[in-house]
């Protein structure tokens, strides 16, 4: 496989139609292959985190992109940069993949990803919770364990001012 993005935004935001075609002929077991192949000390793991994601927003397959979400998930970052670049690129495709089976890994993915900025896709999660009615009842559902998953790992790392008012919002409490 080749790797040519150097960038998170240009895998997401700058893609060229010859990188769309080349990037289309990926298939599932193709993407599962490159978080085998990304090594936290290896040069192409930089490649690979940024191939990832162009797949997660370019593919037009969406059990394609579910596994690019997948692979983000699973990522073994080596710094808290990249894993907040990849929690924000899988936030983005939550809330705008228009296939349920992609929005449902990368909402997935989002509850196993914890760092400390893991808050707002917690808030992502509690917008679900508070309006189901807007949403697939699979997403809902996703939305819920990934959820609790947030805010367990909050919880464990002492931030219960965030877990209590996350919680509040997702109820629809107001002062």
């Known amino acids: 496989m080749e790797y040519s993005f150097r960038t998170f935004a240009g895998a997401r935001d700058h893609i060229s139609e010859q990188e769309k075609t080349r990037i289309s002929k990926y298939t599932s077991k193709d993407v599962y292959r490159m978080s085998k192949e990304a ?9 690979i985190l940024t191939e990832a994601t162009a797949v997660l927003f370019h593919h037009p397959n969406p059990i394609v992109r579910h596994e690019a979400a997948f692979v983000l998930g699973e990522f073994e970052y080596r710094d808290e940069f990249e894993k907040c670049a990849s929690i924000r690129n899988l936030r983005i495709a ?62 464990s790392r002492g ?16 002062d």
């Open 39 to 47: 090594e936290p000390s290896g040069v192409r793991y930089w490649q």
């Open 94 to 155: 939550s809330r705008t993949d228009t296939s349920i089976v992609a929005k449902h890994e990368a909402i997935e993915a989002l509850g196993e990803t914890f760092a400390p900025y893991s808050v707002g896709a917690a808030a992502d999660m509690a917008k679900i919770l508070r309006w189901p009615e807007h949403y697939h009842p699979d997403i809902v559902a996703t939305a819920r364990g990934s959820f609790y998953n947030i805010l367990k790992y909050m919880r």
């Open 159 to 174: 931030y219960n001012d965030a877990v209590k008012e996350l919680l509040r919002w997702k109820l629809g409490i107001d």
